[in-house]
């Protein structure tokens, strides 16, 4: 019985946690991901409200999830709040319960959105900050918005969140010190510890960008560093970068799996796409965004997943072009 909220435990995740807290005072707070939210959702007691935000639906998973959706629905209620790309072929009015869908904003917008009622206006804020983290903040309702703020603090605030929570990565207790925080509308910069682990997160985070033009290895079109100590994301980007390539790919090694993060700055390329039609073989889990993916793959299929991407990618530059321009940035 109760309130619980399951969100994701990044920045627009975080901040969609907050905003539902905000709506639903005193519920409880989960962080979970794709590949966990079948099981996560198995802690739900029946007949409990619950809002699922900013939690892709796995395509491998999804009828073990659908199922916990209908076990909440059943006597409960389920609110299901999200922006990612659904499976495919799936039909999102399947999902029981009122569903709050869409490609065209961060969650967080979407989740201030749907429970606009329920909030003070200026923790319209808060949504902002997940908007500016999701690289979605320049939507109408983030333009109107903004005319209440100056953009340049709400930046700042954005920077201290995003490398605080980065520098947090499992700390889910900490993360929900936060989300209480920001669902009191308080400022990011207030909270002491997450301004040291920010700036922590941030000086590690340089000291990676310099180690990866050592450690990037180059296949074709896709740039790659294996456990970069650090954001697998950011590391994609920096492993995209230090070798000119359309996709970077950061790899953390987990016993006999690897997390995967990928990246591109290609308009051309849907990293999302390239994921769902990976062959069944490389038994590689994962989704996302066109520009931004993630994946969980056995370890012992990391370079055929490598050389798979690079089949993949579509669009008009050169096979060749990212590794040529590796060797001249060395040379």
Not at 308 to 317: A, M, Q, R, W
Request: hydrophobic fraction near 40%; include cysteine.
């Amino acid at each position: 019985m109760g309130s619980w909220i399951l969100t994701h435990g990044d920045c627009d995740g975080v901040c969609s946690g907050s905003l539902a807290l905000a709506a639903f005072p005193g519920s409880e707070v989960l962080f979970t991901h794709p590949y966990a939210l079948d099981h996560d959702l198995k802690a739900v007691p029946d007949g409990s409200h619950v809002v699922v935000c900013d939690v892709a639906l796995s395509h491998q998973k999804i009828h073990d999830v659908l199922a916990e959706f209908r076990r909440v629905a059943d006597g409960g209620k389920l609110v299901y709040v999200d922006h990612h790309p659904p499976p495919p072929n799936f039909n999102m009015k399947s999902i029981p319960g009122d569903v709050v869908y869409g490609e065209d904003a961060c969650a967080s917008e979407l989740v201030f959105r749907v429970f606009n009622d329920r909030l003070d206006a200026e923790l319209g804020r808060v949504f902002i900050y997940g908007a500016m983290a999701d690289y979605s903040d320049n939507t109408p309702l983030v333009r109107e918005h903004l005319k209440n703020w100056d953009k340049r603090t709400l930046y700042f605030e954005t920077g201290i969140l995003v490398q605080g929570l980065m520098g947090s990565r499992k700390d889910h207790d900490f993360k929900r010190k936060v989300v209480s925080a920001l669902s009191r509308n308080e400022l990011p910069s207030g909270d002491e510890e997450l301004v040291k682990r920010a700036i922590r997160e941030t000086l590690e985070e340089e000291e990676m960008r310099v180690r990866i033009k050592s450690m990037v290895k180059v296949e074709g079109r896709v740039a790659y560093v294996v456990d970069p100590q650090g954001s697998l994301g950011k590391a994609a980007i920096y492993a995209m970068a230090a070798a000119g390539s359309t996709v970077g790919v950061a790899a953390e090694t987990r016993g006999e799996m690897m997390d995967v993060s990928l990246r591109t700055a290609d308009r051309n390329v849907n990293l999302n796409s390239v994921i769902l039609h990976l062959p069944p073989e490389l038994k590689v889990q994962g989704g996302g965004h066109g520009a931004a993916a993630g994946a969980r793959l056995p370890s012992e299929n990391f370079r055929g997943f490598i050389k798979e991407v690079d089949d993949k990618l579509l669009g008009k530059l050169d096979l060749k072009k990212g590794e040529e321009a590796y060797r001249k940035r060395q040379s």
